[in-house]
């Protein structure tokens, strides 16, 4: 059970200065394990995004210099991380040195920490330029990248300890399990929430059709098909109309997955007239200190942009997340979502917008996740999430609160095509009949809240998205769903739909008010 965080704690804050009761616990646990364990031990530490785990990893540093005659060495996977972690460590009192591609190493001897960019370490070490004989304390930070692993064989003699957020591996073919021997779980989300350290997530998700996507060889969607989903109108439009339900004039920060569709996005909202930038690592570091300044200043900002910023970036003013893309990564997902975390004195709750049924996929952000058990068996969890079409079986379209307003005087407008069909097969029907009786409750909710036939018309074209839907649901149900059929199926309904309130408005009318129809 997590200690409660008093207010005197809360009130003292002071990044490098002092330590709140759980990350002193944290240090506490690791130090007794570096005791009793092997000089080679493997340590894994989790805390959520946002729980400080640079803070205590640093007092660690501080800690194991001040009592051990060894030297210590940061890795981290970018460069911007790196100088995070450098002024982290400076904060704390300890002299380091960074390791970057142009660094004079001829002064090596002087320091005792070393911090560097695991792709520099290893020309580095390659070239037999740095003296790593004396490291006894290796730290990974985001230990959940597997291109650190590469570099173990030159600290077989090293303790080493990695710290993530979310203790599963960004290679599925090699579990962090094989390279570290424990996992020590830290605070839970929820804890961090209530103790006042992170802010609570008021999550929004929209259901979008994923099956167009196709999943590369890192596990993950691949950006062509992402970006033939995500830059369509249709799907630009639902972007545009969830931002102006849930995040209209709070700061908003956008991932996408690829370029092209945060292009698509940029132009979107300019187009709308609302504060926006685009950022992505082809952004020179001046043209990027430029857009980031903009951001923290503009109160309304919006910033969309390709994971450049879901790791080693922190602005707290951030109040809304939109989940422009769907991902297959449970570390990405929480990621992204932590970029939006962080507390401020007025800021204790953020919205998150999801567009990829991705908390379908995972669950609610900060929801108890067992480490210890994904730790051990990743692919036990991995094979438990819910492919796709699963994920979209479940599905039930729910109008926009904005139109369903205009639809008021119907008490259902859901209609059940899965349901519908499985009766009419029992019934020796046709399949056809489950789209008539779809058509007729279409055509009988638009009555329903219409005056004459012109505003009944009006009304259906604004069931594109429920129409889109129940096409979806009905090729599922008679497993037909080439693009040009479903194509061809969604502009036939529109049709019958707008023949068959002209045919029939003025009787279906006087049979649900009782009275004919104005002339």
Known sequence: MSKTITSLELEDRQVGKNLYSYQKGAINKIFKCFEEAPEDYHLLYQLPTGGGKTVIFSEIVRQYLKHHKKKVLVMTHRIELCRQTSNMLEEFGVVNKVVSSKANLDDQAQYSCFVAMVETLNNRLQEDKLDISDIGLVIIDEAHYNSFTKLFKYFEKSFILGVTATPLSSNIKLPMKDNYDELIVGETIESLINNEFLSQADIYSYNVGLTSLVVGANGDYTVKSSEDLYTNNDMLTKLMQAYEERSK???????????????????????????????????????????????????????????????????????????????????????????????????????????????????????????????????????????????????????????????????????????????????????????????????????????????????????????????HRYTKCISKSTFNFVEWLKNDYRLKLRAYLRSNFDEVFEEIHGRPAES
Not at 432 to 442: C, D, G, N, P, Y
Request: glycine share 4%; hydrophobic share 35%; net charge negative.
């Open 249 to 471: 004039g709070k700061k908003t920060l956008i991932f996408n997955n690829g370029i092209n569709t945060s292009l698509h996005v940029y132009d979107t909202f300019r187009a709308a007239g609302y504060p926006v930038a685009h950022l992505d690592n082809t952004n020179t570091k001046k043209e990027r200190r430029k857009i980031l300044k903009w951001f923290n200043q503009t109160p309304d900002a919006i910033l969309t942009s390709v994971s450049i910023l879901t790791t080693g970036f922190d602005e707290p003013t951030v109040e809304s997340i939109i989940l422009n893309r769907a991902t297959k990564s449970l570390t990405l997902y929480y990621q992204m979502i932590g970029r939006g975390s962080r507390i401020l004195h007025n800021k204790n709750t953020f919205t998150v917008i999801d567009l990829g049924n991705n908390l379908h996929r995972f669950g609610p952000w900060g929801a108890d996740l067992d480490w210890q058990r994904i730790f051990k068996s990743p692919n036990f969890y991995l094979d438990n999430i819910l492919s796709d079409e699963d994920l979209e079986d479940n599905f039930r379209y729910e109008m926009p609160e904005e139109l369903r307003a205009e639809f008021s005087n119907s008490d259902v407008v859901y209609f059940n095509i899965k349901e519908t069909y499985i009766s009419a097969v029992r019934n020796g029907e046709s399949s056809k009949v489950v789209l008539e009786r779809s058509i007729e409750h279409h055509a009988k909710i638009c009555i329903e809240n219409s005056q004459d036939m012109y505003d009944a018309l009006d009304l259906a074209k604004k069931l594109g998205d429920d129409i889109d839907y129940r096409i």
